[in-house]
């Protein structure tokens, strides 16, 4: 009996350690990670590259409100995944953003629930097809460099970007799948939101259309965004005298992906499905920090002697040779600014002049200059030519004082384009070889820290502030490139459009390298006869919807961005 016992015994102890047998081949397609417990993060560094750090929805969010800077640079080096807490028997969802702004890669959520945090999670992964992943701001890439998912200021290094949203109509919006019964027309409303870092984040409403299906809305909103690569926009139409249930449908979008001009925005139900012939009628623009704001803060922007506190500015260390370094840079990185703002500002005075908004690109800026001096009078001859590879407006003739004032301020934006592309690379390449230099200095970081006997708060203030000097550097160089393309790519819109209204004259210059156009470029081709304001045949292939406010309408499709 005792030997029957043991052998039960035995063979109950081999049937738990059974094997099963896997092909090498499925196993070799497969990439491990292992999956551990979060501790803390000096631990957790000290891990190995494969290792995945699990972390539950409330020690994740703990973190992120206690710790911003250290999870932000903890998953620069690890993959992170957050779980929802074991307590939402209910299946709801926990809002995936305040995650994604530490850098948190696996934010897990119950698909099976709809709702605002999975239309979140939809219009996050819209820009890759919902297939594979999204990449991260660069800011919260790069080994050394400060950010904080709680901040409330300016990036360093990132241009914040102005969102000019008009919400014009709805068309065919049906009624909330779930309201109860009273009657057959809406109440609707839109609200527009922004889904990003916390300085960012803002909620907008319309006014309530009553009983339309086909609401006009006719309204106006403007919208800074600090991160654009973070920022989510949401527009939800819901019914404002409602039973039961008041969401019609909703688009949710990366601020990325957003096209300016005229837009049909295809509404989506509770559950993602594309609402048939639901649409909100809205036209949308985006410009820079200062191409917005109302008139009268255009004005003083104009008159505004520029202060200490409007360049970007290097944090003291407290060791002294790497101060002297960031110091050097400082006259740099006040020229990136002042070419930059030099350039926008007189963008902005000649629209202003021509009696455009500021969200007018340069075509429709051009179109007006050119059409107000042609219609000045019966037999002016008006032609654009290139001087130096850069346009140049001749009209013989007496003009009116206004026009010549026009004129004045074009000649001035192209200058102010001219200086600022010449000017360029010579910027960048003193950021540059700062920020190396820099680099190089903080492998000795640790030790002239010693020698000057900082530790501790001290010591991490330090470190911070170097990341922040660092990405200032890199950012401004980084503006300073895409400013340089913005005025080469303005200059070349300038010449499109005086071709497509046929008063481009044709020359024989050919242009240096990185110059505007060139003689066998067919814009310069175009016929010079026949209406002023029409080109020989249809608009050119490469007019969109938003060189003209009176485009028509293009249409977001609901499987791409």
């Known amino acids: 009996m005792a030997e029957s016992e043991q052998h039960r015994k035995t063979n109950k102890r081999e049937g738990s350690l059974k094997k099963y047998k896997l092909a090498k081949e499925l196993s070799d397609m497969v990439q491990h990670c292992q999956s551990v417990r979060f501790h803390d993060f000096q631990t957790t560094l000290q891990g190995k590259c494969y290792e995945l750090i699990s972390l539950s929805e409330s020690t994740a969010l703990r973190l992120a409100n206690a710790c911003p800077e250290e999870f932000v640079n903890c998953n620069k080096r690890f993959l992170s995944r957050v ?5 939402r028997v209910d299946s709801s969802n926990f809002n995936p953003q305040d995650l994604w702004n530490c850098g948190c890669q696996l934010v897990a959520l119950n698909y099976q629930t709809c709702g605002l945090m999975m239309d979140l999670n939809d219009g996050r992964f819209m820009q890759n097809g919902s297939s594979g992943y999204v990449l991260k ?28 949203v008009k919400i014009i109509s709805g068309q065919q919006l049906p009624k909330p799948r779930a309201s109860g019964a009273k009657g057959n027309t809406v109440d609707p409303y839109v609200t527009v939101d922004i889904f990003g870092i916390p300085a960012d984040c803002v909620e907008a409403r319309t006014k309530t259309v009553q009983h339309s299906a086909n609401p006009i809305f006719d309204e106006n909103f403007e919208f800074q965004i600090n991160l654009p690569e973070l920022a989510l926009v949401r527009f939800a139409v ?32 509770n559950t993602g499905e594309t609402i048939p012939n639901c649409t ?3 036209h949308m623009a985006i ?35 790497i101060d002297e370094t960031f110091k050097a840079v400082t006259q740099s990185l006040r020229d990136a600014t002042d070419l930059s703002d ?14 455009l908004a500021p969200i007018s690109n340069i075509k429709q800026t051009m179109r007006s200059l050119l059409t107000r001096i042609q219609n000045s009078s019966e037999n002016i001859i008006m032609s654009i030519v290139l001087k130096d590879n850069y346009p140049t407006i001749v009209v013989p003739g007496t003009l009116p004082d206004i026009l010549k004032k026009a004129l004045l301020s074009f000649e001035t934006f192209v200058e102010e384009c001219r200086n600022l592309i010449g000017k360029a690379d010579g910027v960048c390449d003193k950021l540059i070889s ?15 820290a010693a020698q000057q006997g900082m530790k501790g708060k001290k010591l991490n203030k330090a470190v911070e502030n170097f990341a922040w000097n660092v990405r200032v550097l890199k950012g401004q160089a980084d503006l300073m490139r895409q400013a340089k393309v913005k ?15 046929g008063i481009m004259q044709k020359t024989d210059i050919v242009p240096s390298s990185g110059s505007i156009a060139s003689s066998s470029s067919p814009l310069s081709d175009s016929p010079s006869n026949g209406h002023p304001l029409r080109a020989a045949g249809a608009v050119p292939a490469h007019q969109t919807h938003e060189d003209d406010d009176d485009a028509g309408a293009a249409r977001y499709d609901s499987d791409q961005s």
């Open 83 to 87: 779980y929802p807490n074991g307590m």
């Open 137 to 164: 701001p660069a800011v919260m890439r790069e080994e050394i460099a400060y950010f904080s998912a709680n901040t409330r200021d300016i990036i360093p290094g990132v241009s914040p970007q102005i969102l000019h």
């Open 238 to 269: 819901l019914d404002d005298d409602y039973i039961g249930d008041e969401f019609i449908g909703q688009y949710t979008i990366p601020f990325e992906c957003m096209l300016p001009g005229y837009r049909h925005i295809r509404l989506r139900s």
């Open 280 to 282: 909100l009628f809205v």
């Open 287 to 321: 410009t820079n920090k200062k191409g917005g704001g109302k008139t009268t803060r255009r004005a003083s922007l104009l008159r505004r002697k520029k202060s200490q506190g409007d360049y970007p500015t290097m944090k003291l260390l407290g060791i002294k040779v």
């Open 342 to 355: 030099k350039v926008q500002l007189a963008l902005i005075s000649l629209k202003e002049i021509c009696g």
């Open 434 to 448: 700062a920020r190396s230099s820099a680099m190089e200095l903080h492998e000795e970081m640790q030790n002239l």
């Open 487 to 501: 005025c080469l790519e303005d200059m070349k819109q300038v010449q499109d459009t005086a071709s497509f209204m």
